[in-house]
């Protein structure tokens, strides 16, 4: 199902936060990050996106998790999605450092029952396909509800630079996946994940 006009002028507007996993300049999972974000507020959600080059969270402990207040923030931002865009680069078959550093922060009571889109981009032929399988199983083991169309980008430099995305069929993937994430995060939206089913 697709939102509609008439829907988002009736409803508290989704709130959708993006992730992205790189910290470089003129990063190329960060512009795909930025389009489909950008797609889901021209369709009426707010949308907020979380960039660890300046956040800086300090590597995982307890105590950093318990007291310093840039997880603090992040934690909260998270607590308040409806849905998660996580944006990564492809490392050495599977995603960056610094996402999994962030990653660790969560635990399954942030994510469940939240919608959870991703992304990635490689410089190869075969683009971020490893980051997303090795991103599908850590955002499920989260208890996230990972949307089947995810989108990994080939040769990356070529395709995306300057803040640009030059290829019309990564940009029409990156809004279909992002159409996709709202529907999804709105129909989890009216689930109550605390209620007793029979079948569990
Ligand atoms: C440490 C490192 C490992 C990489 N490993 C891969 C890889 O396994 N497959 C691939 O296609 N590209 C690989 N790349 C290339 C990056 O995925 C590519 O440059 C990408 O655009 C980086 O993401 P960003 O533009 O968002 O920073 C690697 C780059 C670095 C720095």
Not at 57 to 61: A, S
């Given at each position: 199902m697709l939102l509609s006009e008439e829907y988002f002028k009736n409803t508290k507007p989704l709130n959708i936060v993006g992730l992205c996993g790189s910290l470089r300049e003129d990063s190329c999972s960060y512009t795909a990050l930025s389009e489909s974000l950008t797609s889901a507020k021209t369709l009426g959600a707010s949308v907020d996106l979380i960039d660890l080059k300046s956040l800086s969270?300090?590597?995982?402990?307890d105590e950093a998790k318990a007291s310093d207040p840039a997880v603090k923030q992040f934690l909260e931002i998270i607590d308040n999605a409806d849905g998660i865009i996580v944006s990564s680069p492809e490392y050495h078959g599977s995603y960056s450092g610094v996402l999994k550093n962030a990653l660790d922060y969560l635990t399954k009571e942030q994510v469940k029952n939240k919608a959870v889109a991703l992304i990635s981009v490689g410089?190869?032929?075969?683009?971020?396909f490893a980051a997303l399988d090795a991103l599908d199983k850590v955002m499920k083991t989260l208890h996230g509800i990972v949307i089947p169309l995810k989108v990994s980008v080939s040769h990356s430099h070529k395709v995306i630079s300057s803040g640009q995305i030059h290829s019309q069929e990564y940009a029409t993937r990156l809004l279909d996946m992002t159409k996709e994430l709202l529907a999804c995060s709105e129909r989890l939206g009216q689930f109550d994940g605390e209620k007793q089913y029979a079948y569990g």
């Open positions: 969270l300090p590597y995982f402990t410089a190869g032929q075969y683009g971020g």
